[in-house]
């Protein structure tokens, strides 16, 4: 069994309760801006609509998905060192999971200045099914995290 206090002591359960608590916030970022996303496609480059939904997206990635994935990086790692985990194999799924939705982070923002500049290259439909991403992907995490299947 995994030693859950390690350096970390007591402060471990607080440690644990922050990352989980910004995972939260990260996950609902990356559900929210692609939804965003799509209902910015449908409106005209450059009218009052377009602008505003700029703004929105501009403030959901610099005030939640920026901190919130660098808290859940920095948490998550000093949690990973702590136990060990980098010797456990559920641990190497999840980090290539988080590693994943880091990339997609960068997608979004890499697809929102896009629109911002008034691109609508892509569907909405596939804006759509690249919404479903971080869902998938939080409960495949949830289920190593929580069964640690191997």
């Not at 999971?97 to 997608?107: E, K, N, R, T």
Request: zero cysteines; charged letters at 15%; proline letters at 3%.
């Amino acid at each position: 069994m995994t030693d859950l206090t390690g350096f970390l002591g007591n402060a471990y359960p607080w440690v644990l309760a922050a990352h989980v608590t910004f995972v939260i916030y990260w996950i609902a970022g990356l559900l929210l801006l692609p939804r965003f996303y799509v209902y910015h496609h449908e409106t005209t480059a450059g009218s009052a609509e377009d602008r505003a939904w700029i703004e929105r997206e501009r403030r959901t990635r610099n005030i939640i998905l920026g901190p919130a994935m660098f808290v859940v990086w920095a948490l998550g790692l000093l949690l990973a060192f702590n136990i060990g985990a980098f010797e456990e194999g559920w641990f190497h799924a999840k980090l290539a999971l988080v590693i994943a939705l880091s990339g997609y982070q960068g997608w979004l923002g890499v697809y929102g200045k896009r629109l911002a500049s008034g691109k609508r290259s892509g569907s909405n439909r596939t804006l759509r099914i690249m919404n479903e991403i971080p869902g998938v992907a939080a409960a495949v995490i949830v289920v190593l995290v929580i069964v640690r299947p191997f």
